[in-house]
């Protein structure tokens, strides 16, 4: 940037200096919009394609929209008349209860594990480690719709292998033509089970990330001064990875609360109201019923709960310096 | 010195047994595509396809909307890729680069606009989609999916263009080099691994998305991982032509992940890792 101003002052020896301080300032006004010009077709497309349905989704919650408006294009102002329909319906708590729950529990076990995996990769051989971060990225790139196809396989009621091996390799009972989908606990049991193992790889790998980078040295001391394995880790290792774990944990709570596939493929792209969560609740009330208006104000519910979490990983990122 | 040998072989067992339990349904996935249909079906299950037969991939590639998709996904996924990539190199350069105001504003903004989860836009989309007629076309499809890997293009090109130093662009300068000139012949070559990681990126995204393609498009339009899921949801499935279908929608994917995995976790985590 500097050295644009040295060639300006070479090439301009004979101007005056009023011509030249002229000069100087429409090119500095031009190198100043610069940065503008680069990010401004970026910043249009995210507005354009992003920003505008979502300010359209905020207007549809406030409107009757069904297949007949989008047909004659007039729509009627129902003012908070979708949110009073779902705030007084007894499932919307219903579901979003569960959808907390749901996301919670798999939050919860995914870090948890996500933490054991990464701390026992440390004392892991080499060719173990290797192999662990192997299996990590092959269920990462795993397509999601491919993930539960394969999950549906695993836990076919006929020939599915979780059965069989439940039945004649663990003992655990008589699970012949078990059906997992019969009640919604053993059903949602298998979805988080789905939800948890695709959600692993990354959270591992993060962490073991982090882990790795805790001097052996400090673990050392730690345990000649008499720490033991958990105060080794609460009190060394916990405090270096802890800004990992509020993003990982910040991240995994978006991901969580949205999940729409894991459950609507499942069950075959008909699942019954006990397997609704909020994203599913949503698609329906707008793609089932066709009433858009309601189905905008339920997802206007998801998007602030999602704020609130972004809003604590977004101040995460800024604390270590990332965005600065 | 025993107690650490004990627990060292106590790891390496956890560890395995961590491998098994993560891989195990990929590996059922890949089995199960080379079984025989009777040993599919049986209740006792063939743990190694000893038999192993191509029937099921001859099976998944002639069913009905399978290349058709294929091209489908192809073409959305190469479109995509390629302006996204562009576009968000500008961007990168812009927030990297140059100090101005505004920018803290543009990347918390960016980082933002990541969290909003597709459901919540499906409908708005859906809706003005229908209403200028782009809804079973293509064009409406890679629009949206141009503005959903862009965010995370920006933020990971950016993390490219910030392990370059700039004084290599300065140096080119003062050599002569116009700054354009510097730009094109300095910082362009020197960012082209983040381009293929950028664009790995933003195609594996393309390639798995799902409720935008299957609320947007219909059949003759359908993209791959809408018709597999179509499979999936008639009952008595295949399931050997199923995981024949998967595996080879999996296997592109797989095999461009093992290249850039390791840019992913660092894009997301935004480099918190390091030092």
Not at chain 1, 100 to 112: L, P, Q, S, W
Request: proline share 4%; glycine share 6%; charged share 10%.
């Amino acid at each position: 940037m500097s050295t644009a101003g040295t060639q300006g002052q070479l090439l301009a020896p004979r101007r005056s200096p009023e011509v030249r301080r002229r000069a100087s300032r429409a090119r500095s006004a031009r190198s100043r919009s610069v940065p503008y010009l680069l990010a401004a077709p970026a910043i249009i497309v995210i507005a354009a394609v992003l920003g505008y349905p979502l300010y359209r989704l905020v207007a549809l919650s406030f409107q009757h929209y069904s297949l007949a408006e989008i047909i004659s294009h007039k729509t009627t102002w129902l003012g908070i008349r979708n949110y009073q329909t779902i705030f007084t319906d007894s499932q919307f708590w219903t579901i979003l209860q569960r959808t907390a729950e749901f996301t919670a529990f798999n939050v919860g076990a995914t870090i948890v594990l996500g933490t054991a995996i990464a701390m026992l990769l440390r004392n892991v051989s080499g060719w173990v480690r290797l192999m662990v971060n192997i299996a990590m990225v092959f269920v990462w790139a795993t397509p999601v719709v491919v993930a539960v196809t394969i999950w549906q396989w695993l836990i076919d009621q006929q020939s599915g292998v979780l059965n069989y091996v439940l039945t004649h390799v663990v003992r655990a009972g008589n699970f012949e033509r078990h059906d997992w989908f019969a009640s919604p606990l053993s059903g949602f049991a298998i979805i988080s089970a789905l939800v948890i193992w695709g959600a692993l790889p990354f959270v591992v790998i993060t962490l073991y990330a982090g882990v790795s980078q805790v001097p052996r040295e400090l673990e050392e001391a730690a345990r000649v001064d008499g720490a033991t394995s958990c105060g080794v880790f609460r009190h060394v290792i916990y405090p270096i990875i802890k800004p990992l774990v509020l993003i990982v944990t910040s991240l995994s709570v978006i991901w969580d609360f949205g999940v729409f596939n894991q459950v609507y493929i499942m069950l075959n792209a008909r699942p019954t109201s006990s397997y609704y969560l909020m994203s599913i609740y949503s698609y329906q009330e707008s793609f089932g019923v066709g009433q858009y208006g309601r189905g905008a104000a339920i997802a206007m519910v998801i998007v602030v709960f999602l704020i609130v979490a972004a809003f604590f990983y977004i101040r995460q990122l800024l604390r270590i310096g990332e965005i600065k | 010195m025993n107690t650490s040998r004990t627990r060292h072989v106590l790891a390496n067992i956890g560890g395995l047994a961590v491998f098994i339990v993560m891989i195990f349904p990929v590996y059922w996935m890949v089995a199960t595509a080379f079984k025989s249909g009777s040993a599919i079906a049986s209740v006792r299950p063939t743990w190694f396809p000893t038999h192993a037969t191509l029937a099921n991939f001859k099976d998944a590639m002639t069913r009905p909307f399978f290349w058709s998709s294929v091209r489908n996904s192809v073409v959305v996924v190469v479109a995509t890729v390629s302006v996204s990539t562009v576009v968000a190199f500008l961007a990168a350069v812009a927030i990297a680069r140059f100090k101005f105001y505004g920018r803290k504003a543009i990347m918390v903004l960016i980082v933002l606009v990541q969290m909003i989860p597709l459901v919540a836009l499906i409908i708005p989309m859906y809706v003005l989609l229908a209403r200028l007629h782009l809804t079973d076309n293509l064009l409406g499809l890679i629009l949206t999916y141009f503005a959903f890997v862009l965010p995370y293009t920006v933020w990971m090109l950016r993390g490219f263009v910030l392990g370059i130093p700039p004084e290599l662009e300065e140096a080119a300068m003062v050599d002569g080099c116009s700054r354009l000139g510097a730009f094109f012949r300095i910082l362009v070559p020197l960012v082209a691994p983040g381009f293929v990681a950028t664009s790995i990126y933003a195609a594996i995204q393309a390639w798995n998305e799902y409720i935008l393609a299957y609320v947007l498009l219909k059949q003759n339009h359908e993209t791959i991982t809408v018709w597999l899921a179509s499979l999936t949801t008639l009952r008595g499935t295949a399931w050997g032509t199923l995981m024949a279908g998967s595996t080879l929608i999996a296997l592109p994917i797989v095999a461009f992940f093992l290249a850039i995995q390791h840019r992913v976790a660092d894009g997301l985590t935004a480099g918190a890792v390091k030092g």
